[in-house]
């Protein structure tokens, strides 16, 4: 996995329902990295309000797995740019999360339990 298969991700998971409706920025407005640390997934934001999604490859081994992560870290993108992301990260999954969370899952098949 690298950065540019991560952007790859990103765009096509951009083109569906309902991410194709929550006017995410497109891939050449957001950074993205690879983690080497113990987290799974993150979404930031940098002091300059540029948005970032990384994963970490030793903890995605199939493609189902990146893909459905990357999906996890747009829907916080989404809450940031509803101002809805609480800056208390232990908060970050809260109904509204679990709200928009389904409605992916739903639409695009993906395990709510896994999500």
Same mark, same amino acid.
């Given at each position: 996995?690298?950065?540019?298969?991560?952007?790859?991700?990103?765009?096509? =998971? !951009?083109?569906?329902?309902?991410?194709?409706?929550?006017?995410?920025? &497109?891939?050449?407005?957001?950074?993205?990295?690879?983690?080497?640390?113990?987290d799974l997934a993150q979404f930031s934001l940098d002091?300059?309000?540029?948005?970032?999604? +990384? @994963?970490? &490859?030793?903890?995605?081994?199939?493609?189902?797995? +990146? @893909?459905?992560?990357? +999906?996890?870290e747009m829907v916080h993108m989404r809450q940031e740019? =509803?101002?809805? =992301?609480?800056?208390? &990260?232990?908060?970050?999954?809260? +109904?509204?999360?679990?709200?928009?969370?389904?409605?992916?899952? !739903?639409?695009?098949?993906?395990? @709510?339990?896994?999500?």
């Amino acid at each position: 996995m690298n950065e540019k298969q991560l952007r790859a991700i990103y765009t096509m =998971l !951009r083109a569906f329902h309902p991410f194709n409706r929550w006017g995410l920025p &497109p891939s050449e407005k957001v950074r993205f990295y690879l983690l080497v640390d113990e987290d799974l997934a993150q979404f930031s934001l940098d002091d300059d309000g540029k948005m970032y999604i +990384a @994963i970490n &490859p030793d903890k995605h081994l199939t493609l189902q797995q +990146a @893909i459905e992560s990357v +999906a996890h870290e747009m829907v916080h993108m989404r809450q940031e740019m =509803l101002e809805r =992301l609480s800056n208390d &990260p232990a908060k970050h999954h809260n +109904a509204d999360f679990r709200r928009m969370a389904k409605s992916v899952c !739903r639409s695009l098949g993906f395990d @709510i339990q896994r999500f």
